[in-house]
């Protein structure tokens, strides 16, 4: 009677082993699995990395080159600013020049018809 009693818990326990061994073969695939999914995730992880780099290589170069062209466009605006005012200048003298000779020749006149 013994002898059966001790047999009925050994194949409880050893069906607990089984289960046990079993959760735990379930687990470790799990682990593994998780493992797999992670290395995944962390080579994704690192290729977004990457291209946010070359996104953010390409932005700066972007506004470096946008501010060079602002550069350039203020510098021509200066430049056009410059010619305008130097024009502006210029036929201010003419007609000064202008009314000089204007004046000059009025004088010519008269002095030709004083004679």
Known sequence: KKLNELNAKLKIVM????????ALDSAWRDLS???KENTTVTQQ????RSEVQQLRHQLKEQINSAQMRNDRTST???????????????QKEWEISEANFQSEIEVLKQRLQDQ
């Open 45 to 48: 992880l690192n290729s977004a």
């Open 15 to 22: 069906a607990r082993e089984k289960e046990t061994k079993s």
């Open 33 to 35: 699995d998780q493992k």
């Open 76 to 90: 021509m605006e200066r430049s056009v600013t410059d010619v305008r005012r130097a024009m502006i200048q210029q």
